[in-house]
């Protein structure tokens, strides 16, 4: 099957061409994110169809599972497409209760980064994001430590590119004093507009950003204006709400989930809806 045409086009993640419409992993695990699929065929199916549509940004982390979607990653994709980058997370593990308690000690960073490595079969990651905060969101405090654990393992040669995710203003200031970065991974969504201003600098500046749980996270967006506005253009509430992120700002990539090859097709015919501004003008109440 030819790809397609991606809504959105595609953005500099410093030397890495990828779509703007890119592919989140994390539902391909069981539920909660733990454990295997339950269909395995339709999670490699799913990750093949990603490829044959022309997408060459997937987001993965070894925490989910764990361990389970990048297994899955690399045994459908494997060897990569020259064109396909895969951007990875580390700074926390899992529980036996399906939490995710932090792990930024450098030896703990040092094994994740290792471990991604072999589960996906590379000999470099294309992008590190640090994950920084809790489960409930963004902590202050310093990244010194820990980013700065990922830029020695850059500086040999095992990252290409790193970023932050659920970090504070403060912290990507903090990281780009210390080294360079290509993008943040925050929360971010109609109903959830705490980082306007942060998407806006970085912009600016050629920073990626990316949000997740572009459609609400385990419990889709609910909204009157949402709705309002998708039955006016005959659309789902979730095509609007893609579709609204690609066209906020052009430096926004997104990533959302699915274990279904229909549905991944519905993403993305839904991200390429052409909104108004009237439409939009509507929309952007949500949040605020």
Same mark, same amino acid.
């Given at each position: 099957m030819p790809p397609v045409s991606l809504p959105g086009g595609t953005w500099q993640l410093g030397d890495l061409t990828v779509t703007r419409f890119g592919y989140g992993a994390m539902? %391909?695990?069981?539920?909660?994110v733990m454990g295997p699929p339950a269909d395995r065929d339709a *999670?490699?199916?799913?990750?093949?169809?990603v490829v044959d549509l022309g997408i060459t940004h997937i987001d993965t982390a070894d925490a989910y599972g764990p361990h389970v979607t990048n297994q899955l990653i690399r045994e459908a994709l494997h060897p990569y497409p020259e064109s396909l980058h895969i951007a990875t997370k580390v700074g926390a593990t899992r529980d036996q209760q399906g939490g995710w308690p932090p792990a930024r000690d450098p030896e703990s960073l040092r094994r994740f980064v290792h471990e991604n490595l072999e589960h996906l079969g590379l000999e470099a990651l294309d992008l590190v994001n640090l994950r920084l905060g809790n489960a409930q969101g963004p902590l202050a405090g310093s990244l010194a430590e820990p980013y700065g654990t990922l830029v020695e393992l850059q500086q040999r040669? %095992?990252?290409?590119?790193?970023?932050?995710?659920?970090?504070?203003?403060?912290?990507? *200031?903090e990281a780009q004093v210390i080294a360079p970065l290509v993008c943040v991974q925050n929360l971010y969504n109609l109903a959830h507009r705490q980082d306007d201003e942060l998407i806006d600098v970085l912009a600016e500046q050629g920073i990626a950003y990316v949000p997740f749980f572009p459609l609400g996270g385990f419990a889709p967006l609910q909204s009157a204006a949402l709705s309002a506005v998708a039955d006016r253009l005959g659309a789902t509430p979730m095509s609007v709400a893609l579709?609204?992120?690609?066209?906020?700002?052009?430096?926004?990539?997104?990533?959302?989930g699915t274990s279904s090859v229909a549905h991944l097709h519905e993403n993305v015919a839904g991200?390429?809806?052409?909104?108004?501004?009237?439409?939009?003008?509507?929309?952007?109440?949500?949040?605020?």
């Amino acid at each position: 099957m030819p790809p397609v045409s991606l809504p959105g086009g595609t953005w500099q993640l410093g030397d890495l061409t990828v779509t703007r419409f890119g592919y989140g992993a994390m539902q %391909l695990a069981g539920p909660w994110v733990m454990g295997p699929p339950a269909d395995r065929d339709a *999670a490699l199916a799913v990750l093949r169809d990603v490829v044959d549509l022309g997408i060459t940004h997937i987001d993965t982390a070894d925490a989910y599972g764990p361990h389970v979607t990048n297994q899955l990653i690399r045994e459908a994709l494997h060897p990569y497409p020259e064109s396909l980058h895969i951007a990875t997370k580390v700074g926390a593990t899992r529980d036996q209760q399906g939490g995710w308690p932090p792990a930024r000690d450098p030896e703990s960073l040092r094994r994740f980064v290792h471990e991604n490595l072999e589960h996906l079969g590379l000999e470099a990651l294309d992008l590190v994001n640090l994950r920084l905060g809790n489960a409930q969101g963004p902590l202050a405090g310093s990244l010194a430590e820990p980013y700065g654990t990922l830029v020695e393992l850059q500086q040999r040669g %095992l990252i290409r590119h790193l970023g932050v995710s659920n970090a504070t203003p403060e912290q990507v *200031a903090e990281a780009q004093v210390i080294a360079p970065l290509v993008c943040v991974q925050n929360l971010y969504n109609l109903a959830h507009r705490q980082d306007d201003e942060l998407i806006d600098v970085l912009a600016e500046q050629g920073i990626a950003y990316v949000p997740f749980f572009p459609l609400g996270g385990f419990a889709p967006l609910q909204s009157a204006a949402l709705s309002a506005v998708a039955d006016r253009l005959g659309a789902t509430p979730m095509s609007v709400a893609l579709a609204w992120l690609l066209q906020r700002s052009p430096n926004i990539l997104l990533i959302p989930g699915t274990s279904s090859v229909a549905h991944l097709h519905e993403n993305v015919a839904g991200a390429g809806l052409r909104l108004s501004d009237e439409d939009r003008a509507e929309l952007d109440k949500i949040g605020r």
